[in-house]
């Protein structure tokens, strides 16, 4: 259905807009000659505007939509939670949603992380992760081990503790006074292996640093932290999972905390349920977020060991983790987050997600050996490929050119730098998969072939 076009409501949302929201992660000006997209509703895979037209969510909303929008199931236990209860306070207080959905996600660790806290984002998640680690440590006697950990080009959110262990120049450097310093090793990036080197090579010679700051630092160290499998913010950086059983084993030679922030390829993304099980391994923190509400509300969660808890466990409340926001656990996110889990049992998405990204792999199979391509790459439901764009005022504008020629195409792609990815809902069908094909190679193509003026 394309609805009835509607191009004065378009302009008139885009304009009110402009003038009253400050859009996240945008330089506004830039929407003088890049307009604002006005969604009117979603189904399914699909987004729709004012105007009618439909745009495949080739991203999943930022990554936050595994079973599409408007799912009747997640909409009817929504529905049911509405009414019965909204919200009520977890300080002293506690509800079927939250203790169930706690309960749900650590036996999907086999019980290794058995206790949840709430929050609302996943840069909230990383900020109690650090704190929790921290004071964990002074807990236990140890109060020197304070410094943090962080990957090259790792990314872990915004907020001031979150950004002092995110390695994004573009996000970080503006704030630099304001951040605690944190150790930064090598990136484990596949795409840094050297004529010969195999993703493990690349992933023993990141293990190798990492192994020498432990044994300089590792008395004075709280944690590490790290994106397990693929580093998103670095342009879909993939790694082999031998890192992760390195940075284990380092981990626990040095006492160390290992922190995996999934928050972005939990849920199935990497083709395992949660990323480090490619892996064998378990960390003592997972921070998740992003689809664990199936993209529907605000809702983060950090799941840690029994030792980590029994750490704060004592009658004296300044050994309690005293952080706290007025929505945590939240009953209608945890209830959306409930449905969400629900679909993977009913579903058995992982096995309909190979076949499903098998073949969508398949359809851009074109792209590997493209002249305009390099480091065409996968993982699990993440496909991804850089462009080759040698001039620099054409690179600058790459993501934005790249953008628009999508959506003309139908699709919502969004760019990081010169990294085309794609990571939708799972539930795309021949169809879609075949529309998202198209419209990502069509797109490239088109945004390689343009004239691009000097003051793009």
């Known amino acids: 259905m394309q609805g009835i076009a509607h191009p004065d409501r378009a302009a008139d949302l885009v304009g009110r807009s402009l003038r009253a929201?400050?859009?996240?992660?945008?330089?506004?000006?830039?929407?003088?000659?890049?307009?604002?997209?006005?969604?009117?509703?979603?189904?399914?895979?699909?987004?729709?505007?004012?105007?009618?037209?439909?745009?495949?969510?080739?991203?999943?909303?930022?990554?936050?939509?595994?079973?599409?929008?408007?799912?009747?199931?997640?909409?009817?236990?929504?529905?049911?939670?509405?009414?019965?209860?909204?919200?009520?306070?977890?300080?002293?207080?506690?509800?079927?949603?939250?203790?169930?959905l706690a309960e749900r996600l650590s036996s999907l660790t086999e019980g290794a992380l058995g206790h949840?806290?709430?929050?609302?984002?996943?840069?909230?998640?990383?900020?109690?992760?650090?704190?929790?680690?921290?004071?964990?440590?002074?807990?236990?006697?140890?109060?020197?081990?304070?410094?943090?950990?962080?990957?090259?080009?790792?990314?872990?959110?915004?907020?001031?503790?979150?950004?002092?262990?995110?390695?994004?120049?573009?996000?970080?450097?503006?704030?630099?006074?304001?951040?605690?310093?944190?150790?930064?090793?090598?990136t484990p990036d596949a795409r840094g292996a050297m004529p010969g080197e195999t993703a493990g090579d690349v992933a023993a010679r990141a293990l190798a640093g990492v192994a020498a700051l432990f044994e300089a630092r590792g008395a004075s160290i709280a944690a590490i932290i790290v994106e397990p499998l693929v580093q998103c913010a670095a342009g879909m950086a993939m790694h082999d999972p031998a890192y992760l059983r390195g940075l284990r084993a380092l981990c626990d030679r040095h006492g160390v905390h290992l922190i995996a922030d999934e928050i972005a390829v939990g849920f199935g993304r990497t083709g395992s349920f949660f990323a480090h099980e490619q892996a064998g391994i378990r960390p003592d923190f997972l921070c998740l977020s992003k689809g664990i509400s199936g993209g529907y509300l605000p809702l983060s969660v950090v799941l840690c060991s029994d030792e980590i808890h029994e750490a704060f466990y004592d009658d004296d409340i300044a050994r309690g983790f005293l952080h706290s926001h007025s929505y945590t656990g939240n009953p209608l996110a945890c209830a959306a987050a409930l449905a969400t889990l629900d679909l993977f049992d009913q579903l058995d998405v992982l096995s309909a997600n190979r076949v499903r990204f098998d073949a969508l792999a398949a359809a851009l199979s074109d792209l590997d050996g493209h002249p305009g391509v390099t480091h065409f790459?996968?993982?699990?439901?993440?496909?991804?490929?850089?462009?080759?764009?040698?001039?620099?005022?054409?690179?600058?504008?790459?993501?934005?050119?790249?953008?628009?020629?999508?959506?003309?195409?139908?699709?919502?792609?969004?760019?990081?730098?010169?990294?085309?990815?794609?990571?939708?809902?799972?539930?795309?069908?021949?169809?879609?998969?075949?529309?998202?094909?198209?419209?990502?190679?069509?797109?490239?193509?088109?945004?390689?072939?343009?004239?691009?003026?000097?003051?793009?």
């Open 21 to 100: 929201v400050w859009h996240p992660c945008t330089q506004m000006k830039h929407h003088e000659r890049f307009p604002l997209l006005p969604i009117a509703r979603a189904s399914g895979p699909w987004l729709y505007d004012t105007a009618g037209r439909r745009y495949l969510d080739g991203i999943s909303s930022w990554w936050v939509n595994l079973f599409g929008h408007s799912h009747p199931a997640i909409n009817a236990a929504l529905t049911r939670q509405l009414d019965t209860l909204e919200h009520a306070m977890l300080a002293g207080c506690t509800h079927e949603p939250a203790v169930a």
């Open 116 to 186: 949840a806290f709430f929050a609302s984002d996943g840069a909230s998640a990383v900020e109690i992760a650090l704190k929790m680690s921290f004071h964990s440590w002074r807990n236990r006697g140890q109060s020197g081990k304070r410094e943090f950990v962080c990957v090259e080009h790792g990314y872990h959110g915004e907020t001031l503790g979150a950004l002092g262990v995110t390695d994004v120049a573009l996000f970080r450097d503006a704030y630099g006074p304001l951040l605690r310093h944190a150790h930064r090793v090598a």
């Open 377 to 456: 790459r996968r993982c699990g439901a993440v496909l991804a490929f850089d462009a080759v764009v040698d001039d620099a005022y054409a690179a600058s504008s790459f993501a934005r050119r790249y953008a628009e020629h999508a959506l003309a195409a139908g699709a919502l792609l969004r760019p990081i730098g010169r990294t085309v990815y794609l990571m939708p809902p799972y539930i795309l069908d021949k169809e879609h998969i075949g529309l998202l094909a198209f419209a990502t190679i069509q797109a490239l193509d088109r945004t390689l072939n343009d004239k691009v003026p000097r003051h793009a």
